[in-house]
């Protein structure tokens, strides 16, 4: 059964630093991977999707790479704003089910 | 125009009540999906419904019950609530090709489901 971590479970950095989170999952075996963000109290908002054949997106200060075969993900917030303050989930789609990462708080202290 | 919504945003009710979630996409995408979040803020899928057909039913309770009238609603009834039903019921959608969902998923805003 796919098992998917996101390390560390909480961040805390300086206003204007870049920063990586981290997501790994089990089973190689992926159709896409997809990085959301939940502020607290609300829904879930996609920042980025990859599917299986790419190795990386780019979406504004956000990058987020692919490695199936390693089972590793990573999503990269250059220059983090306080705004960016939230929880960040991966989450990846194998086979008829999407299983979820366990989420990384970011806060980003001005 | 929202993607995915749900109502009620909350939902406070007591424990042996009965109750209902909607959820209506107008994405016109071919499945959709209803996860829970519990206290550790874990999501895990509870159904998926792909052309009024159940394809993914995880091992929830039978009081839970989905209910899809057409392609672009999929609504959740709870039977007899629970302390324990206490979480953050998300509804998603997605469109699916071939075997896979490529275009990703679109989530509702949560509703957040107290029972006293």
């Known amino acids: 059964k796919q098992e998917v971590t996101q390390i560390p479970a909480a961040l805390s950095v300086p206003e204007g630093e870049n920063l990586v989170l981290n997501c790994s999952f089990t089973?190689?075996?992926?159709?896409?991977l997809q990085w959301f963000r939940q502020d607290p109290g609300k829904g879930l908002t996609s920042l980025l999707l990859?599917?299986?054949?790419?190795r990386e997106q780019t979406s504004g200060r956000l990058n987020a790479s692919l490695d199936k075969s390693s089972g590793r993900s990573t999503l990269y917030i250059a220059a983090s704003q306080p705004g960016d303050s939230a929880t960040y989930l991966c989450a990846v789609f194998g086979t008829n089910n999407l299983f979820f990462g366990t989420g990384t708080r970011l806060t980003v202290i001005p | 125009d929202t993607a995915v919504s749900q109502t009620p945003k909350y939902l406070v009710t007591q424990m042996g009540n009965d109750k209902s979630i909607k959820c209506e996409q107008n994405?016109?995408?071919?499945?959709m999906y209803w996860y829970k979040q519990d206290s550790k803020k874990f999501l895990k899928i509870m159904f998926s419904y792909n052309n009024k057909e159940l394809i993914i039913n995880e091992t929830v309770p039978n009081r839970f019950s989905p209910k899809s009238p057409d392609k672009a609603h999929l609504n959740l009834h709870i039977n007899s609530l629970e302390l324990g039903d206490s979480a953050v019921y998300f509804c998603a959608s997605s469109q699916d090709i071939g075997t896979g969902v490529i275009y990703g998923y679109t989530f509702g805003s949560g509703t957040r489901l107290t029972v006293v």
């Open positions: 990859i599917q299986s054949s790419q």
């Open positions: 089973d190689s075996a992926i159709y896409n």
């Open positions: 994405l016109g995408h071919d499945t």
